[in-house]
């Protein structure tokens, strides 16, 4: 499965998000023109991960989903970002489900496209009207 561009990475987060049980997610993009940098925050309500889940998370080889072998999606995220000489940081806890951060610096040659982000939270929020979805996308 190809991840071109990050609007992919956050359509399968939030399907992970959804599939967790969150009825809130907030999507953050803020991006820093003077420090070439861009953090994708993804924040949700849902039941989080336990420990041992959050310790294989980003092991492509490991995945809670019934039926199927493979969990590539944060796997592939963390690659992107740390392709770009940032890094990703998950957490978990019981003021909300799950925090993924990625920090990407943009003026690296390896720094994946944005892709059509307005075009796919506009999906999320008509495939699931019945979650609260926010999205914030800063420049500074």
Do not use: C
Not at 33 to 46: A, R
Not at 74 to 98: R, V
């Amino acid at each position: 499965m190809a991840m071109e561009d990050l609007s992919l990475h956050i359509l399968d987060i939030v399907d992970n998000s959804l599939r967790a049980g969150a009825e809130n997610i907030d999507i953050r993009l803020m991006e820093n023109t003077d420090e070439h940098t861009l953090i994708l925050e993804i924040e949700d309500d849902g039941i989080g991960m336990d420990e041992e889940t959050l310790k294989n998370a980003l092991n492509p080889f490991f995945t809670t989903k019934e039926g199927k072998k493979y969990g590539i999606g944060l796997s592939l995220l963390s690659q992107a970002s740390e392709e770009t000489g940032g890094k990703m940081i998950i957490e978990t806890g019981k003021e909300y489900g799950l925090k993924i951060r990625a920090t990407f610096h943009t003026d690296h040659v390896d720094m994946k496209p944005l892709g059509d982000i307005g075009k796919t939270v506009r999906v999320l929020r008509v495939a699931h009207p019945e979650v609260n979805l926010s999205f914030e996308h800063r420049v500074k």
